[in-house]
């Protein structure tokens, strides 16, 4: 037989398009135009209203000449208006750049530089923000500064007279730019699925942030790999606690569309907030840093609506989740999916994923278990350990250190504009995480640390990560985040920072620290505990990432421990 | 900016791969090695077991030449060789040709003939029709004919003497088979997406059976959309009641894969032996055609199991199923989702999604909404019922009959060998399916008929489908079909051909047919009536459709409706 007989018929109009999660909008508005998709307060829009507006977006969005080649930002927390731009945008054929709200004026200015964005949508209660980056913009380009159109987006639960100021200033709002779109908007699916959806920058815990480039190929992919993962099937009532603005929400906008869910808005997440939209909406499943999830194993009985009403899905990740946070959720009856990923790998790109057998470990195995970062997501191809030194697989022993490296097709197209890192982080054939760990005997892998987070002691490498893991099970410790501290004597040793628990007395903080250290001792070998322990509340990023480069910044201050500390 | 900025990043070995699902068993056999995969009576295989079976079959197949641009075939019921290769043989580069294994030594001569397949692999039960098959070849073909290798597949549950005989014969025993080839086998995937899969061909209503090509790429969204759209999470226990040769079981082989699920064999399908895996087992999904429902419908109660011990949903399609089949099941607890589709869409692609609002309706209206075709799959792009004359789409009034296209990546790479058909059916950048049918104001889409199925009488078209239904109705009737015969009056009229319910008295079979005709006066048009009513077993193909050209040729041989019967 001739190779061409069997393989060698052509692609035609009739059975091949290019992927895209946008047919799933319009498919969610044709199947189920009436149900609810997105609930936001008072305001509620169907499927078709969703629809009608997202395209109303891509026309409007064209009127001002937006389409393929352009970016348009957006700085919003969680509102509706956010979940649209994920379809009207790229509908325009243009890209997605989601600001991350908590970044700060200067860092922004940076970002909408780089992004080249025209347009730029933003929230009325962060307009002061924008504001001051475009004049962070114009004062560093001099004359020819052609200033972005800047949308505002009204919300009725905001200070009115924010939203006055910004049409003050000359702003459009949002609702208005809408009405000049048109509703039935013959929107243009991308010819390649290559063609690029999202743009959003890494949060910065480095100078430069990078601007992460997201194909329509591989967000289609990953709305349908969610669902599959974390049981999440038609009609799946979804909180948005995870900010979209995130890695794009780790791509649940195009999923919840996928499955003709329910997105459950929120403009500020708190433990009492989300128990309280679970009651109120039967919510099936939400996202959450383990920070979140910290809160609200520590949530105040009065803030608590308990026993949960209903099954609840919680997806974790973003930070390597201490164990005793996991049993702390399962025991209040959530289901925990532990899962990991970079916003390079569109979101969560691994899950730990469970095993029957392991329903009948005692809870702590259970969660020790659960805390690993797991295996490759239906939607990955490939999944590794590297030695950092060869380039080759780590043996499955649990210990040797490597790169965690990933190849498939929910890998980032490349970073925008930066050629010198997309050859560091793409060489040989793999994504490189930057995040160290081991393979477990069962395949699993786990994260001991970032490249950058591992502390270096006497010539002998510590997790940050597993230090931080015991200092969580201490009964006064809240939240804990170790990094290196320079040292006389090793070079390095752990310095833990410390929040703690409600009600715990701070009167004597030196013999709480000494407690502490004791404690790390009867748990771990004596160069892991920690030399300094200092209290207070945490620096962290607007995803509740802990910003480790804060406290490291802190620890330099502090100056080197001294040999007659030891 | 310039376009190139933010869209000419190029794809790379880290950030591109061709989809396929052959990657979803070797993820299966990493994360749930242990797992049950495949059952088979008393035999049981693990998930790492069945990928290094599949690995052996791919590497004995490359051992002997086979590679990318060969077909293997294969004529088996559903056993676990069968479920391997769907995995195996793309593994070695080939395609996997699934012959049905009703079809007569001619039909599978000419198959064997037109798809090149230079390996067959038949289960032992099957070794005579296949012989007789390549006897047939080996006649025609003279003196160049170089019989292809025969691997016969053994089974303990047959007859002992069928295997000895294939081996004296020269088969090669299956196990054999894999023992000579590499549990570790290096398989390549697929360099292109679009490199054929699977070669399966339509089950010959007409003269001359056309080969299907599937592509990689449509396998792997085929295997991810089912789970989506039918509740299918990870770990679900999958009954095999629908022959995986039909179609490549919808796709199931791959689906399972990638819900790391567990497959449940069956040799042969009865209502006795579905409630008794369904115990035993657990099962929670199979499909089945309507016929299959029928008689778990009407199944005497020493068969059943009642009620269900758990939640049990059943995937229908392949006919229209009658409304008081798809009542029947419901009121037994069978969770019924309607699909619809052709070989030539990797089977199922649309569905009758089922919506909230139903729930609180009467049952007989719940089963004719759902006896619906409905909607597009999520992994279908386009899904529409367009004018036979003009090619435009016709009004959402569900009266208009149309053809029922298609148009996305689950869609047919094309026949093979057949530029002739190929141009036909993708005419206008739509597949044409070949049925009509109309598009309801829910946009719900439903069938009419196959064209050739449609009765012309006195000018009007007669849905033979909806004549169908009501037949179902009657109390007497088991199964119904109904053609045209001719009517020298006027033109064609329906004849109906008729099973009887066990105990139904036949005696007086025109009196019976004197009451059915009464019965259908009173529920459709005068000229919907059938004018023959014909009682005996209706011929079926393999997989449970009911032959309506034999039944066409029956009615011929009638002769025409004379005028003095009016």
């Known amino acids: 037989m001739e190779m061409r007989d069997i393989d060698d018929l052509p692609k035609n109009a009739a059975n091949y398009m290019a992927l895209t999660p946008l047919w799933f909008l319009e498919r969610a508005a044709t199947v189920h135009p009436t149900r609810k998709a997105v609930i936001h307060g008072s305001r509620t829009y169907t499927w078709l209203q ?30 509706p208006a956010l979940y649209e731009a994920h379809f009207g945008i790229p509908m325009s054929g243009a890209v997605v750049n989601t600001i991350n709200i908590r970044l700060n004026a200067s860092t922004i200015a940076f970002l909408l530089g780089h992004s080249q964005s025209t347009i730029v949508i933003v929230d009325q209660e962060f307009f002061n923000l924008a504001e001051d980056a475009l004049r962070i913009m114009k004062e560093k380009s001099q004359s020819n500064f052609r200033p972005p159109l800047v949308i505002v987006i009204a919300d009725g639960s905001c200070n009115p007279e924010t939203l006055e100021y910004a049409l003050g200033q000359g702003a459009i709002e949002y609702e208005k730019f809408l009405e000049s779109g048109d509703p039935d908007f013959a929107w243009k699916p991308p010819q390649d699925e290559w063609q690029s959806i999202a743009l959003g920058y890494t949060s910065g815990t480095t100078a430069s942030p990078k601007g992460v480039l997201l194909h329509h190929r591989g967000a289609y992919l990953m709305a349908l790999s969610n669902p599959i993962i974390w049981e999440m099937n038609e009609g799946a009532v979804y909180l948005w606690t995870l900010p979209m603005f995130h890695c794009n929400g780790w791509c649940f906008p195009w999923t919840l569309a996928a499955v003709c869910g329910i997105n459950i808005c ?15 909406y039967r919510v099936t499943h939400f996202c959450a840093a383990p920070v979140v999830l910290n809160s609200i194993v520590n949530a105040s009985p009065e803030d608590t609506i308990l026993p949960l009403p209903h099954a609840v899905r919680v997806m974790t990740a973003g930070a390597a989740p201490p164990p005793s946070v996991l049993s702390g959720m399962s025991q209040k009856g959530f289901r925990v999916t532990h899962t990991y990923g970079l916003s390079e790998t569109y979101g969560p790109s691994t899950v730990c994923a469970w095993k029957p057998e392991w329903d009948s470990l005692p809870p702590e195995t259970q969660a020790r278990l659960n805390a690993r970062q797991g295996v490759r997501y239906v939607g990955l191809e490939c999944l590794d350990v590297i030695s950092t030194q060869t380039g080759q697989p780590v043996p499955a022993d649990g210990k040797t250190i490597g790169e965690i490296v990933f190849r498939g097709n929910i890998v980032m197209k490349g970073y925008l504009k930066n050629p010198k890192a997309n050859e560091e982080t793409f060489a040989n054939g793999w994504f490189h995480s930057g995040d160290l760990g081991v393979k477990n005997p069962d395949g699993y892998i786990e994260i001991k640390d970032r490249s950058k987070d591992i502390i270096i002691s006497g010539g002998e490498n510590i997790s940050s990560v597993e230090v931080e893991n015991n200092l969580y099970l201490h009964p006064a410790v809240m939240e804990a985040s170790v990094v290196a501290r320079a040292d006389e004597r090793w070079g390095e040793s752990p310095c833990a920072f410390v929040t703690l628990k409600p ?9 709480l620290a000494e407690d502490i250290m004791k404690f790390c001792r009867s748990k771990m070998p004596a160069y892991w505990v920690p030399k300094s322990v200092i209290f207070g509340p945490l620096p962290k990023t607007a995803t509740g990432k802990i910003q480790k480069h804060v406290l490291r910044a802190k620890a330099k201050e502090l100056g080197p421990v001294r040999m007659s500390k030891l």
């Open 503 to 511: 009600g715990v007395g701070k009167s004597d903080e030196q013999r």
């Open 266 to 280: 929120l403009r500020q997440v708190t433990a009492k907030g989300i128990y309280s939209a679970i009651a109120k």
């Open 50 to 79: 969703t629809y009608q507006r997202c395209r109303r977006l891509a026309s409007a969005l064209s009127k001002r000449s937006i389409g393929v080649g352009s970016s348009v930002a957006i700085i919003a927390p969680n509102v």
